[in-house]
């Protein structure tokens, strides 16, 4: 399967978005309309951060497990997750691009690195569900960083 990529400008400097990022804990307050029941282990940041979660899509349930295995301050950050009974390998990488205006351009970019027959037969659908699930995603995303804006202006 091709990679889904979405992409969003914030207006935060790349490193406060890389530092928000890099706590992988960040990142269930903006995913967790469609990845639940979240449980953290290992470092709270950088590479070898894990997560436990439960992934809602198709109105189905599936255990995930996710790492991050690459972290390079303040450009990109990259997670790999495991799910469908080990049968589903994923990466999913964040690229932060500077602004001229001192905001940033955030991508992410979800590619599979191994598939399940359901998600090859599933394909247009399931690329579908989850460019909309991740652009959500990235939305909630600005919108907590507007809010730790606001908490620390206060």
């Keep these: 399967m ?3 990529t979405v ?3 914030v207006p935060q400097s790349r490193e406060k978005v890389f530092d928000f990022l ?3 804990g960040n ?3 903006f995913t967790d309309h469609f990845l639940v029941d979240w449980e953290l282990s290992g470092p709270t940041n950088g590479v070898g951060a894990k997560a436990r979660m439960k992934v ?3 109105g189905m349930t599936d255990s995930l497990d996710m790492e991050v295995v690459a972290a ?5 950050n990259a997670e790999e997750s495991v799910s469908a009974k080990g049968h589903r390998r994923t990466r999913g990488t964040y690229r932060l ?3 001229p205006n ?3 351009i955030i991508e992410f970019e979800l590619e599979w690195l191994q598939t399940t027959l359901l998600d090859r037969v599933t394909t247009p659908i399931a690329r579908s569900v989850i460019r909309n699930a991740n652009l959500r995603a990235l939305q909630r995303l600005r919108v907590k960083l507007e809010e730790l804006d606001t908490e620390g202006a206060g």
Excluded: S, Y
Aim: proline share 8%; hydrophobic share 30%; glycine share 8%.
């Design 56 to 58: 809602r899509t198709f």
């Design 27 to 29: 990142h269930e307050q």
């Design 2 to 4: 091709k990679p889904v």
């Design 72 to 76: 390079e301050r303040p450009v990109m």
């Design 7 to 9: 992409a969003i400008e």
């Design 97 to 99: 691009e500077e602004e």
């Design 102 to 104: 001192g905001g940033t």
């Design 22 to 24: 890099d706590v992988l």
